[in-house]
Antibody, heavy 120, light 111 residues
C-alpha cells in the first residue's frame, strides 16, 4: 500500500526558505503513470495546489507561486521535495504531499500533512 | 478567490439526498475531468470521486458525481452523520499556464 510522509521544520522565519520532503513508501516514485505533488491549506481555509513533479524532473507550478517555488525529486531515495522562498505569514499552512494521476487533478493517496508556521 | 466556484455550505438531515455544485469554465471543467475530495475534520483530504463519476474502491455508492458543460455536481444520498465534512472539487486547467485548480470547498452539515 502506497504511503506518503511529509517531513521538515514546523517553524520558519519570515523572508527565509521553507523546505519540506515527502518520502514515498510501498511503491516507486519512478512510475510512468504519476506525478508527485504538493498542496497546502492555510488554517481554516481551502486547498491550494502548489506544484507537481515527474520522476524525470519535469515540473508544473501554480502560476501564483511559480516565482518562489522549486520542486525536486530524488529517485534514489524515493523522495521529492519542496522549497518555497521569501516566506511570509500568508504561507502558514498545512502542507500535504500526494500522488497525482497524469494528466488529471486526481490526487491519491495523500500524506497526513505537516503544519508549517511562518513567524519570527 | 478560487477558480472553481462551490457554495460555502450545505446541509441535510439523515437519510436525505444533498448535492454540491462546482462551477468552472471552458479551460478547466469544460475540457477536463472533475475530481472530488472529502476532508473529515482534522484529517487529510481523501479522493472521493475521480474522472467525473468514478468511485475509488471503498467509497460507498451513496456518493456519485456528474458533469455537464462547465459545471459538475457531487450527490450524496442516504445522508449519514459521518458524511459531515468539507468537500472540494478539482480539475486541470488548460489555460496559458497549465495547472490544477480547486474549488473553495463546501462544508456539509448533517442536522
Amino acid at each position: 500500500q502506497l504511503q506518503l510522509q511529509e517531513s521538515g521544520p514546523g517553524l520558519v522565519k519570515p523572508s527565509e526558505t521553507l523546505s519540506l520532503t515527502c518520502t514515498v513508501s510501498g511503491g516507486s516514485i519512478s512510475s510512468s503513470s504519476y506525478y508527485w505533488g504538493w498542496i497546502r491549506q492555510p488554517p481554516g481555509k481551502g486547498l491550494e495546489w502548489i506544484g507537481s513533479i515527474y520522476y524525470s524532473g519535469s515540473t508544473y507550478y501554480n502560476p501564483s507561486l511559480k516565482s518562489r517555488v522549486t520542486i525536486s525529486v530524488d529517485t534514489s531515495k524515493n523522495q521529492f521535495s519542496l522549497k518555497l522562498s521569501s516566506v511570509t505569514a500568508a504561507d502558514t499552512a498545512v502542507y500535504y504531499c500526494a500522488r497525482r494521476v497524469v494528466p488529471a487533478a486526481r490526487f491519491d493517496p495523500w500524506g497526513q500533512g505537516t503544519l508549517v508556521t511562518v513567524s519570527s | 478567490q478560487s477558480v472553481l466556484t462551490q457554495p460555502p455550505s450545505a446541509s441535510g438531515t439523515p437519510g436525505q439526498r444533498v448535492t454540491i455544485s462546482c462551477s468552472g469554465s471552458s479551460s478547466n471543467i469544460g475540457s477536463n475531468t472533475v475530481n472530488w475530495y472529502q476532508q473529515l475534520p482534522g484529517t487529510a483530504p481523501k479522493l472521493l470521486i475521480y474522472s467525473n463519476n468514478q468511485r475509488p474502491s471503498g467509497v460507498p455508492d451513496r456518493f456519485s458525481g456528474s458533469k455537464s458543460g462547465t459545471s459538475a455536481s457531487l450527490a450524496i444520498s442516504g445522508l449519514q452523520s459521518e458524511d459531515e465534512a468539507d468537500y472540494y472539487c478539482a480539475a486541470w486547467d488548460d489555460s496559458l499556464n497549465a495547472h490544477v485548480v480547486f474549488g473553495g470547498g463546501t462544508k456539509l452539515t448533517v442536522l
